[in-house]
């Protein structure tokens, strides 16, 4: 099994979302985990809601440093944060195999509740088909660098 670490700066909803999606979609394959490098210290509550919505628990969540993990390995570290936006990525300091997948964070945006619930909803499908498009490699036997490639080429579609 595969460890993979989601990773942006506040941990508050697009890793939350990634973790909770890679542990549910990749069963016996995958084993999901989120960090920031500067986490809020609280998850925003609509990922929480999206991850809800879509029967999936959320008890274990919290918004935490990749420090937390002490010696944790991690075989894959995917970032979210959103270049276009002017994100800054974390630069995981690990051995993993990195991958980036810029979503634009739902935490952003302002209007109406079904305006926000839309943004959510948006990243929850945008890493849903990443993380099936993930599984439907043989990501057990590809190099690093087709792995990492692989990582870049799903992050780089468009959803």
């Known amino acids: 099994m595969l460890n993979v670490l989601i990773l942006c700066t506040g941990n508050s909803c697009r ?3 990634g973790e909770a999606l890679i542990n549910h979609l990749g069963q016996g394959r995958l084993r999901g985990f989120s960090a920031g490098s500067q986490p809020t210290g609280q998850v925003n509550p609509g990922a929480i809601a999206v991850l809800e919505r879509h029967g999936l628990n959320t008890a274990e969540f919290h ?8 010696e944790q390995a991690f ?3 995917i970032t979210v944060c959103d270049n276009a936006a002017g994100e800054t990525c974390p630069l995981y ?4 195999v990195k991958g980036h997948w810029g979503i634009p964070d739902p935490a952003h945006v ?14 929850f499908q945008q890493l849903t088909a990443r993380i099936e498009r993930l599984l439907a490699l043989p990501i ?8 990492r490639a692989a990582l870049n080429e799903i992050g780089a579609s468009t959803l």
Do not use: Q
């Not at 918004?63 to 002490?70: E, I, L, P, Q, V």
């Not at 300091?93 to 993993?96: E, F, I, K, N, T």
């Open 15 to 17: 890793s939350i979302i």
């Open 110 to 123: 302002s209007g109406s509740e079904a305006e926000i619930n839309a943004a959510f909803e948006t990243t």
């Open 63 to 70: 918004s935490k440093t990749w420090d937390s993990f002490g």
């Open 75 to 77: 075989d894959l570290v």
């Open 93 to 96: 300091p690990g051995r993993a």
């Open 140 to 147: 057990e036997t590809l190099s690093d660098a087709d792995l």
